[in-house]
């Protein structure tokens, strides 16, 4: 016999805002619009020619048919979650899923995973970028680092470090043009930025007291990687966090473009579902990444042992 099950986008919207008794709550807790919400409900209430909810202005609450159908509903999510968890977690043994934003995967950890699989040869390391909070509920995402203020509902988080922005460019590009000598001078070149921080510049000059020209030079890239090369290859200033460019600092490729420093009063935080009991692989994660911060930091604070 077959089964007559409603979406399961409907089921989920319901038992949502069931639960938070609110469309906006459940919209927020699902990452999607609260008009999303109300069309997945309705769409369910169709299926099922009844009525669940009574809405109100500001709030819903349920209808004596929506408290019945919730109870199972409820449960039968549960069943699912569980059922899901067990499954991951057998297919998955001995393997960690990490998402991680960009700059910080291809410019801190790529350079050092080398170290992590010599420490843990039994973990596989599954890497991916990420473009924003990730729904470790409906996810098989075990833990992720995340760039930003640090605020983000529902997750544990792990302060890694702050980022500290500088202006960097070619060694080439610096003696083509001598004249930089303070931050206003930035400005009378093409300066590169990162097409999901336009304000980037403007925040950084800002904090020197500077205002950019509406008709400066920019370049605009997708990616800091991409922004990166571009000044390495001399078309003009970028920004980046001074600890992420610091092998290409070491190894010549980009200089400072002035002496200057702002802290972005963002940072790199590691993130995961919160309540979830780490396993041991993500605990492994957790203690290497933690190791290798604190290794970075006592390095920044000892200063070069004199010639």
């Not at 309705?42 to 669940?52: A, N």
């Not at 109870?71 to 899923?97: C, P």
């Not at 924003?132 to 075990?142: A, K, L, R, V």
């Not at 203020?149 to 988080?157: F, I, M, S, Y």
């Amino acid at each position: 016999m077959s089964r007559r099950l409603p979406s399961l986008k409907g089921v989920r919207a319901f038992e949502a805002a069931a639960r938070l008794g609110s469309f906006s709550d459940a919209a927020q807790e699902l990452f999607v619009t609260p008009s999303a919400i109300s069309h997945q409900v309705k769409s369910l209430e169709g299926y099922v020619v009844v009525s669940l909810f009574r809405r109100g202005r500001r709030q819903v609450s349920l209808t004596i048919a929506g408290e019945r159908y919730l109870a199972s509903v409820s449960h039968a999510l549960d069943e699912i979650d569980l059922a899901t968890r067990r499954l991951l977690a057998s297919s998955n043994a001995g393997a960690l899923n990490v998402s991680i934003a960009p700059a910080f995967l291809t410019r801190w950890l790529v350079p050092r995973v080398r170290d992590f699989q010599q420490r843990h040869p039994d973990i596989e390391l599954r890497l991916s970028p990420n473009s924003g909070p990730i729904d470790f509920g409906w996810s098989d995402i075990d833990m992720a680092v995340y760039f930003g203020d640090g605020h983000w509902p529902g997750v544990e988080l792990r302060f890694l470090r702050e980022v500290v922005v500088v202006p960097v460019c070619s060694p080439t590009f610096l003696e083509a043009n001598p004249g930089i000598t303070r931050p206003a001078d930035l400005c009378a070149h093409t300066l590169i930025d990162v097409s999901t921080r336009p304000t980037e510049w403007d925040e950084f000059l800002a904090g020197f007291g500077v205002t950019r020209r509406k008709r400066a030079k920019r370049l605009s890239f997708t990616s800091t990687s991409l922004a990166l090369g571009a000044a390495m290859e001399n078309l003009g200033i970028a920004l980046a966090d001074r600890q992420l460019v610091a092998r290409e600092v070491r190894y010549g490729q980009l200089v400072g473009a002035l002496d200057i420093a702002l802290n972005s009063h963002q940072g790199y935080y590691l993130a995961y579902q919160k309540g979830r009991r780490l396993s041991d692989e993500m605990r492994a994660f957790l203690d290497w990444v933690m190791d290798e911060i604190g290794d970075e930091r006592a390095e920044a604070a000892d200063p070069p042992a004199p010639a």
